[in-house]
């Protein structure tokens, strides 16, 4: 008997495997934090591999994808790709992604249906618009905000403003303390 490795998600056997290479992005950060030595940081990680889903885009690590025995008639899957729901534990799920969508944030609704239903994150996000659009609800932009109900469309769009001000306030904050450290830093090296 035969055996082949399929995505976990959607049970494709369409996957690639990707191995990490040097990290420029490491390694200037290494050296700059700890001088010409901090170079081999780019090497971090260097090993490790990634598997990706060709059919849902789904990315996982060696060992976690589905194991499928395969013989000549018929193909047995040892674990099903996701789970079967019925039309109440269906229902359930969509009020309860409707109160996280309407209460916290669409992130939250995000990850609550897709590990609810199995379904893949791109699959999961069609569905989750569509949840929206049907109860007259308007996904914002911004995952980490809650959703609005139509007619609010003027209240969302100043929220999704004043969060990426928020978000620009923010780097600007973290670009000083960079800064500040590099200076420290380079004190440092010439005294």
Known sequence: MESKICCPKCGSDQITANQHGYSAGKAVAGA???GGIGLLAGMHGSKKVDITCLACGNKF???QGKIVN???TNTTYIQPAKPVLD????NLIEQNTLN?????NVMAAMKY???STGLAPMNAADKLKELASNNDLLVPKVSSMKAFRKGQEEEMQKAEQQNAKNASIFGYV???VFVVILILIIRACVS
């Open 32 to 34: 700059v934090l700890t």
């Open 61 to 63: 690590k060696p060992g």
């Open 70 to 72: 395969t013989n000549p």
């Open 87 to 90: 039309d109440s534990q269906m």
């Open 100 to 104: 996280l969508l309407t209460n916290s």
């Open 113 to 115: 249906y897709t590990e």
């Open 174 to 176: 973290i670009m000083g």
